[in-house]
Each structure stands twice: as structure tokens, then as C-alpha cells.
């Protein structure tokens, strides 16, 4: 993911379509491997796009920058980075024309400011958005998809829905991911180390992960993240719960204490 | 930034870290320039901080990744990624004996687990945490300064406090930035487009951007933020101030509506 504007550099707005996307995609049983957050600024938008490209990601979602303001500036800087030129896009401008025509907001007239949203890097598709005026807009980049979402989340989501989530899922197949989060009382992170590697040892796919979450009342709290992922589902909840039984019974050898265990699909 | 830690990619945490980090700088008038979440993986954290460091900024800030357990990986993906060795660093064994002293926790054992926070890239200097085990590391990699601090938010802020800002601050010197924040009413985005382009003709160096916040009984609502960097204060302020005239008496003339003017130090 590719999220563009200062907003979040600044620290004014949280990056919550970031959580967004990643709980979507870990549910799907795939990942979010990397999220970057740009300048609105062409270098910025056009560096940060070959960076994301240079991993050969099977995807990339853009988010942001593509309203009628100068800010908006990701297309640009998208074209930029892949070499290709900006054109008027006829049918981004007849859905640009829909949505202003369906909103009953009488005949409004094509501005600049309003044809920018159609003006997309050659080779592109606009991606119907049900939700606000500017489309989506993909784009093939070396065996790579390249999608293109507005910033404003109900819009983002809405078009992530329904028009990426398809190809993501085609292209997944079967994988299925299985994750419980554990909480545990009386054992500090660095007691927790040992037993952590010797499970890892016994499942080299599995992922576990501590989170230190204080003391209280004299006792250290982690929670533990547990996740595997494999192409069976049966597999991998067989598996995710072995790992956490084997754990349960560690911890208690211990003298400490698993206070709960919860399914945490993301 | 560098964020380290799957929480982040799955949706599990907000990067609330990130948020906390770039209104500091803000407040002091510089900039966070990118932000890179990636997972706990050596490839990858080793690639996310390569990637950093190939725009030779003046500082990269890595934040997750520094306790005892096996998942915690950051330092071992730095060294990999500057091409140096861990080493047992003896003043973070130090510190590391202190923190567990200084607690009253008697004697503990300094297990493989706790070692490990004090095995640091070769020519990296520990930094003292306050308020976690896990010291800071500093390293210096062809003129940019690497920061690794904790995830923990109240340990990352306060070596960020104590060690980084007043680095920070004297490579700064004299910037200063004003932020405006505007509430408008009446307008649609695309039309508040080429006023935009006006004043930014007048303005280049300043940033304006536009936020749209929906419909409310008929009427568009938008966010303008506007921003103005300077060596000198009042230059800054003056400016800022005057961008913020010229945009009310043009929002007055398209028949819309600056509802509010906050100043809005990020």
C-alpha cells in the first residue's frame, strides 16, 4: 500500500484505511507486506510507487490524491514513475458525468478542476466509484496491478470491495490463515523468549509474537499473537491450536498464567 | 520512519507511533518525510531500511522490533542492511543490568533472551531507555543518523524526547512553520480547485490542501489546510495569514462560506 498526503505525515489524520486494508486482507488469508506513506509531491508520490514496484508485489493499492484539488496530484506522479503519458480518459469522464447527473445536481458543468479526475497515465482503466465523484483507476504495471483509490474511506472501501477484493481472492485461491491472540499474566517478555523459539522450532512456518502490555498489580501482562497460514484450512486451525496447547502447558510449567485465549481473525 | 511489526500490517494496531512522531516534528517545523510499515522478517526489514536510507535523509527513525523475543528482529535486520556484525555492546549490558537493578527486581539472571538486547551492530552506540529494558540504539550510516527505538509508545516517546529531538533541533536551527486550519461551507471540491491554483501561483513555496467532509443539508463541506515554512517567524506567520485572507475574501465571492479558522499546529 502506497498511502499519499501530508495529513498523515503530520500527524492530523490516523492512517485507518491502512488497518483497513491489512484486517481485510489478513482475513482473505493474505497480507499487506508493506505500508508507505508519502508527501503529496510528484518525486515523493513517483519514488515511493518504483519502491513498492521494485518488490514485484502482485498488487499495489494507491491511496489517495486523486480529487480535483492541485494537491491531488498521485496520477501524475503514478505516470511519472512508469514512464507512460497522462491522457483524457473518455470513459472516466462519462462516469465522472454519471455520478454528477445521478445525484440530481441538475446540469453541472464540466470544469478543469472536475476533467482532471478523468485525465489518467495511458494504458489505465477507471474503476467505478459508487460512493464519490473521482474513479478508481488501474493500471498493469510488468505483471504487477496497480489500483488507484481516492483517500476518503467510505470511498476507498466501497470501490476495494467490489472491484479489487475479486481479482485478490481469484488470484489467492485457497490459502487460509489461522490466528488466536493469548493473554498471559506472571512471566516477563524476557522468560517468554526461550519457550517462544522452542515453538517456533517445532512449527519454522508459524508466527508468534509477544506484545509487553505492563505490570499490574506486581505481575507482567503480554499478549501473544499466534498465526499459521497454510492451503488447508483443517491444516491450519489443526496446527494454530497445537501451537497454542503446547504454549498453555509451557506457560503453566512456568508458573505463570494464559488468562485467556481468543480467535483473533484479523 | 521505519515501523517494524506485523500488529501494524494485519490491522491489529494503529500506527499511532507514526502519528505521535510527525506532529513533533511538525511542531518543530520540520517534516516526517515517509513513513515505511513492514513485518518482522530480516528481508524485509532489512530492505525497508535500504530503501530509507537510498534518500539520504538527515535522520531515519526505526521504531519496533528490540526486545528479547525471537520475533523481534530489528537490529539483526540493520546490521544486514548496513553490512556490519552484532557484537555484544558492554555499556548496553550495562544499562540493560541497571534497568533490572534500579527496579528493585533482586537479582536477575541475564539469560541468552536478555543478552540479546545488548547485541548491537558493530559502531552503534546504545541509548538509555528510562522507562523500558530494551535500550535505544544509535548508528551512523553515511551521514544519515539510524534511531532504533522500542515499539512501546511511552518508551519510544521518551527516548525520542530525551536523545533524538535535541539532535533534531540543532540540525534545524531557525525553521519555523505556521499551519492554518479552515472549515468551509457552499462549496463543491472541484470548484474550490482553481482558487486553490491562484493562490498557490502567488505562494509557491506555501501548502494548501483541501479535505472534503460530505454533504450536510445540501450544503459541501471542506477542510483547507494551509501551511507556510520560514526561516523567519513572522515571515512565516504573515504569510500564512495573508494566504488565509485572500482565500476567505474568495470563498466570499463564489457565494460559499469560511465557517472557521483555527490555527492548527499539528
Redesign the interface.
Known amino acids: 500500500m502506497l498511502a499519499v ?8 489524520t ?3 484505511n ?7 486482507l ?1 482475513r482473505m488469508g493474505t ?10 509531491d510528484l518525486g ?1 508520490i513517483a ?2 510507487l518504483k ?1 513498492c514496484l521494485g ?1 514485484k508485489p502482485e498488487f499495489v493499492v494507491v491511496v489517495g490524491g486523486l ?5 491531488d496530484m498521485t496520477l501524475k506522479g503514478v505516470s511519472g514513475a512508469v514512464g507512460v503519458e497522462l491522457r483524457l480518459n473518455e470513459k472516466a469522464l462519462s462516469l465522472i458525468k454519471e455520478h454528477y447527473s445521478k445525484r440530481n445536481l441538475g446540469r453541472i458543468e464540466i ?4 476533467k ?2 478523468a485525465i489518467l497515465p495511458e494504458g489505465a482503466e477507471p474503476v467505478r466509484n459508487d460512493v ?2 473521482a474513479p478508481g483507476v488501474k493500471l498493469d504495471v510488468d505483471g504487477t496491478s496497480v489500483f488507484c483509490l481516492p483517500g ?1 474511506p467510505s470511498e476507498m472501501k466501497s470501490i476495494f470491495r467490489k472491484s479489487i477484493e475479486p481479482r485478490i481472492a481469484e488470484r489467492l485461491g485457497r490459502l487460509h490463515r489461522k ?1 488466536f491472540a493469548l493473554k498471559i499474566e506472571g512471566i516477563y ?6 519457550l ?2 522452542a515453538e ?1 522450532r517445532k512449527h519454522p512456518g508459524a ?6 502490555r505492563g505490570i499490574k498489580e506486581g505481575r507482567s501482562r503480554i499478549e501473544l ?1 499466534v498465526a499459521v497460514v497454510s492451503e488447508d484450512k483443517k491444516k491450519a486451525e489443526d496446527s494454530a491450536a497445537r501451537i497454542v496447547q503446547s504454549i498453555q502447558s509451557r506457560i503453566g510449567a512456568a508458573g505463570a498464567k494464559v488468562v485467556s485465549v481468543r480467535d ?1 481473525a ?1
Chains 1, 2 share one sequence.
Open positions: 498526503g501530508r495529513e498523515l505525515l503530520i500527524g492530523r490516523l492512517n485507518t491502512a488497518r483497513w486494508l491489512g484486517r481485510r489478513g497480507l499487506l507486506a508493506e505500508v508507505t506513506t508519502v508527501d503529496d515523493e519514488a515511493g519502491s518488490r480529487g480535483p484539488t492541485p494537491d470544469t478543469p478542476a472536475r482532471k479526475m464519490g465523484t476518503v490466528y517478555e524476557s522468560a517468554l523468549a526461550p517462544i523459539d517456533l508466527y508468534i509474537k509477544s506484545h509487553p499473537d483473533s484479523p
